[in-house]
């Protein structure tokens, strides 16, 4: 059973870079499927943000690819997104998640809450 | 972007009740629609791939059905447990949007 588990600051100030990590247990992410970052403001919908495939292959949403990286290290079994210049907009819960086909999102992470404000 | 519109927004059945949730996709999609559920503070719950391919340990009360711009959930006969807010997503092309979400409160 694949789990997914989020890590980072849960506070970051306006300007600044939100960095955070998703450990795969249960699965190896080398061997193959694309990882996924989407996020949910308080009180509000799903957002997709951009996914990644084994190989380093990503796809991001096209709003924010100005501003998203996402990155894999298959030696940790981990992935990583990287969001620039946060304004209070991005607040939200950030979730990993493991995409079973295109898109479809089949295992998540619990998610972390990421407040931006000074 | 292809936009993704749910309706109802919220509804308020019985618990026994069947249950219809529709998402209409701004342009066609061919089936490529999935429905999630979602309870306070967790994370979403994949229920159906592809408009109407029941997930594993998904309850057989949960369909959906199909095709090009209009999709529907149904709940054959509603649970406690089926609150929550049910969300459509669409994977025909990024970026992969999901609907505004449907809030249902047992009543």
């Known amino acids: 059973q694949v789990q997914l588990q989020e890590s980072g600051p849960g506070l970051v100030k306006p300007s600044e870079t939100l960095s955070l990590t998703c450990v795969v247990s249960g699965h190896s992410i080398s061997s193959g499927f694309y990882w996924g970052w989407i996020r949910q403001p308080p009180g509000k919908g799903l957002e997709w943000i951009g996914s990644?495939?084994?190989?380093?292959?990503?796809y991001y949403k096209p709003s924010l690819k100005s501003r998203v990286t996402i990155s894999v290290e298959t030696s940790r079994n981990q992935f990583s997104l990287n969001l620039t210049s946060v304004t209070a907009a991005d607040t939200a819960v950030y979730y990993c998640?493991?995409?079973?086909?295109?898109?479809?999102?089949?295992?998540w992470g619990q998610g972390t809450l990421v407040t931006v404000s000074s | 972007d292809i936009q993704m519109t749910q309706s109802p927004s919220s509804l308020s059945p019985s618990v026994g009740d069947r249950v219809t949730i529709t998402c209409r996709a701004s342009?066609?999609?061919?089936?490529?629609l999935n429905w999630y559920h979602q309870k306070p503070g967790r994370a979403p719950n994949l229920l159906i791939l592809d408009a109407s391919n029941l997930q594993s340990g998904v309850p057989s009360r949960f369909s959906g059905s199909g095709s090009g711009t209009d999709f529907a959930l149904t709940i054959s006969s509603l649970h406690p447990e089926d609150f929550g807010t049910y969300y459509c997503?669409?994977?025909?092309?990024?970026?992969?949007?999901f609907g505004q979400g449907t809030k249902l409160e047992i009543k």
């Open positions: 342009q066609r999609i061919s089936n490529y």
């Open positions: 998640a493991k995409e079973i086909r295109r898109g479809a999102f089949g295992s």
């Open positions: 990644i495939s084994q190989s380093g292959t990503t």
């Open positions: 997503q669409q994977t025909y092309g990024t970026p992969y949007t």
